[in-house]
């Protein structure tokens, strides 16, 4: 009787642990979790206005790079926007604070842009060469801070990052080329 009580509790080990080693066996597979996601795209284009000023951008602020006739001096207040706003973006970055960095970001590019295509079309051909050489040394100097900062930039707001980078080193390719008078480089990545 306890040899066939043993063998009965035998089978039944046998028999759970078979349809338990089945029931593993065919549970769907799972696969990695889906990645985070990821912050809409920037249009920059949505992001200036008619002038070509960021709309984030205060209207003082505005009014006042506008009124300015002398190159000189609108040189030196678009130089201390750029330099306000890279100083704000880092330090919005170190703050692990990435939606105001966008933010911030966004309207230095859109401040560069501005000052480039100001200089290239509105400033006579003998005064813009040095301007525009200035200006492409400054947008360089500031990339320098920008790269290395992508990393920083939470995952969520990475690539929008990535465009505001690239929309910035185009605005100095273009400033190289018009302080040239030519076409020395095509794309952001060229060598001149």
Known sequence: MLRSLYKQMLGLAILVSVFAAS??????????????????????????????????FPASDKSRI??????????????????????????????????DAIRVMTVYAG???????????????????????KLDLELRSDLLYFEPML?????????NAAALILIIKQAR????????GGEILHKPGDKP
């Open 66 to 99: 506008l009124a300015e006739k002398d190159e000189k001096e609108r040189y030196r207040i678009y130089l201390s926007y750029l330099d306000s706003y890279r100083d704000q973006t880092r330090r919005f970055i170190a703050q692990n604070n990435s939606t």
């Open 111 to 133: 401040i560069a842009r501005h000052a480039v295509k100001y200089f290239e079309t509105e400033v006579p051909s003998k005064k813009r060469e040095s301007l525009l050489k």
């Open 173 to 180: 390719v273009d400033a190289l080329n018009a302080s040239f």
């Open 23 to 56: 029931g593993r066996a065919q549970a769907p597979f799972i696969g990695p979790p889906p990645p985070p996601p990821k912050a809409v795209p920037i249009n920059f284009a949505n992001t200036v206005d008619s002038d070509g000023v960021p709309k984030e």
């Open 151 to 159: 990393r920083d930039f939470s995952f969520y707001h990475n690539d």
